[in-house]
């Protein structure tokens, strides 16, 4: 004879099936950011991942990355985070991920999601980028509402950032020289922006290089 006790208990247990969170899919980069205008430099690490929750992705907490052989592990939250929707996925992740000296390690990373229940997904990566120190950085030079851009790599992309840091507009640009005006219409980057960075993508180590912000004329 089944009890009340267990039939609640059966009913209770029903209704809180186990749904970990899982990764969908995923994406990472080695980033060389410039720390000055004289060529210093410190790298980052960018990590993306696309995931999804049986209860729903709000109610992922935390996203850990963890590098084991160096003891170090980066904690992400919805806070802390940057989020977009892509159709139905939905990605997190961070591109400032950035490791106590001024090189990332190399090799193997794991990345975990945890849930509001406790449960967790994992899965892994690696960053196996060549030593950057030998590569350029872009530049940006102003001319008059010019700028010049100044770049050894084929794909190049300009952010404009405001004051706070925050990027409000990003726009692929070509070398050499290219007015403000074609980059974003109506002078409007006098109201959106107060710096501009270039960004570049050498495709055969899957490495991204910025160069140092210059501020904008007013």
């Not at 989020?83 to 990373?109: F, K, M």
């Not at 102003?142 to 084929?154: C, D, F, K, N, R």
Request: one cysteine or more; hydrophobic letters at 40%; proline letters at 6%.
């Amino acid at each position: 004879m089944i009890s009340i006790a267990s039939t609640l208990l059966c009913i209770l247990l029903a209704s809180c099936s186990l749904a970990p969170p899982v990764f969908m899919a995923q994406g990472s980069r080695l980033l060389v950011v410039a720390t000055d205008a004289e060529g210093s430099r410190d790298e980052h690490l960018s990590f993306f991942a696309s995931v999804a929750d049986g209860d729903g992705v709000d109610d992922i907490e935390f996203m850990h990355i963890v590098h084991d052989g160096e003891e170090l592990c980066w904690t992400l939250e919805p806070e802390t985070w940057q989020r977009s929707e892509e159709g139905s996925s939905v990605w997190i992740g961070s591109n400032a991920l950035d490791a106590p000296g001024p090189t990332i390690p190399r090799g193997q990373y794991r990345a975990i999601l945890i849930d509001k229940a406790g449960e967790r997904g994992e899965t892994t990566f690696f960053i196996n980028a060549p030593e950057t120190i030998v590569y350029d950085l872009p530049s940006l030079r102003m001319s008059g509402t010019a700028i010049i851009v100044i770049s050894p790599y084929p794909a190049n992309t300009l952010f404009f950032i405001d004051s706070g840091g925050n990027v409000t507009k990003t726009v692929p640009v070509a070398t050499g020289e290219v007015t403000l005006d074609s980059l974003w219409p109506k002078a409007q980057w006098r109201s959106g922006a107060d710096y501009i960075a270039v960004y570049g993508l050498d495709p055969k180590s899957e490495t991204g290089f910025f160069s140092w912000k210059i501020r904008l004329p007013d």
